[in-house]
């Protein structure tokens, strides 16, 4: 099964992502995660990418392309993945589309999380994320027990550099240009599914799994 989660910058696509991994065994290939795992390694990819991301902007689509078709070539991701800020253009989609058929492939369900914008950026500001396991907590909604120290790993929280009030305002309007019309794109191939990704973390999670045929009938569309 492969899986598309979609959704605005605070949407809890990363959250929700490290759950349904659990849930369903399906690897997580997160872009975003990628690029900073890039930067970490001081690669050229990491630095070019660096510069579009703290402006809030999209890395080029050929650039993306690349990386993620090498992430999903790799034999841990033949059982299928769940793309999380992936894709975000109608030109990444298409991309998506084309390499996943030549495997015989094709995206079974794509997991649109609908929060409106004042919540989006209240978890954007609150958001940390653990240096070592990249474990996603919230200073507002889901807190370390212990301030800054990671609960799983005991490594440490950080804020991440495009998480500023300004860069994500303008990380938004950049979703609502150009990634928003990924969900009537999908809705016409029928396999989109509207989540309320307002509700606390563990009913979203159950809807999600519901949505993907896991258990339940909580979905919505
Ligand atoms: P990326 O890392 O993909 O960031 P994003 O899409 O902007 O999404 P976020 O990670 O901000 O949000 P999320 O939906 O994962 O929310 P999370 O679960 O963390 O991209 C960063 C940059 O990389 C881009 O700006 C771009 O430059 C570049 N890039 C990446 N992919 C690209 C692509 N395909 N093409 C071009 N450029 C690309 O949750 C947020 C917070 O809310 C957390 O603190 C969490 O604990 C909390 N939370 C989550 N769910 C709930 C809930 N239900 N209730 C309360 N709190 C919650």
């Known amino acids: 099964m492969d899986v598309i989660l979609l959704g605005a910058p605070g949407a809890g696509k990363g959250t929700q992502a490290q759950y349904l991994e659990q849930h369903t065994g399906l690897v997580h290939v997160a872009s975003g995660d990628l690029f900073r795992a890039a930067l970490r390694q001081g690669t050229e990819l990491g630095m ?4 579009y991301m703290d402006r809030g902007e999209l890395v080029p689509d050929e650039l993306v392309i690349k990386m993620i078709i090498e992430r999903i ?8 993945v769940i793309f999380d800020g992936f894709p975000r253009t109608r030109e990444q989609a298409l ?16 997991l649109y999380l609908r929060v409106p914008d004042d919540v989006l950026l209240r978890r954007i500001a609150g958001r940390q994320t653990c240096k070592t396991c990249g474990y996603i907590y919230n200073i ?3 807190p370390s027990k212990r301030p800054d120290v990671c609960d799983h790993c005991g490594g440490k929280l950080y804020q991440r550099s495009d998480d500023t009030l300004e860069t994500a305002r303008h990380r938004l309007q950049v979703y609502f240009a150009q990634t928003r019309p990924l969900i009537e ?13 307002r509700r606390e973390i563990s009913l979203v999670t159950e809807a999600m799994t519901a949505a993907l045929g896991l ?3 909580d979905t919505e569309k």
């Open 48 to 51: 070019l990418a660096k510069a």
């Open 185 to 197: 794109y999908y809705n016409g191939h029928g396999n989109l599914r509207e989540i309320d990704g």
């Open 140 to 142: 507002y909604y889901f």
């Open 95 to 110: 991309a998506l589309e084309h390499e996943l058929a030549q495997h015989g492939r094709k995206i079974d369900y794509v």
């Open 73 to 80: 070539s790799k034999a841990d991701c033949a059982q299928g």
């Open 215 to 217: 258990h339940g009938s």
